[in-house]
């Protein structure tokens, strides 16, 4: 229903959601709300941290590589972009990424 009037307008809506805190502590702490939770806790998915999965840094990193190639051509003509991934490559996989996939992003 819009604001003001008096119609009622089906909708479909999805919501997908992430966190990093344990939820049902913040139920229990009084900082979330047990009726929302039990709404939203319809698919749960544990994804490891990124220092776990190494093995998906390398094509993360060709990934965004490749997003933002046009906008670095200039820098990496003579390279060449699969130049520049196997050159990375190595310092990706054995850097620690105690965060997510947005230091991967930054790191280059």
Partial sequence: MRIGDGK???INVRVICATNKA????IENGTFRADLYYRI???NVALPPLRK????????FEYHLHLVSPKLENKFRYAGL?????FFAGFFV???FWGNIDKVVVAY
């Fill in 8 to 10: 009622i307008i089906p």
């Fill in 23 to 26: 939820l049902l502590r913040c």
């Fill in 41 to 43: 806790n319809v698919l």
């Fill in 53 to 60: 999965r190494t093995a998906d840094i390398c094509p993360l």
């Fill in 82 to 86: 699969k130049g520049v991934i196997d």
């Fill in 94 to 96: 054995l850097a620690l």
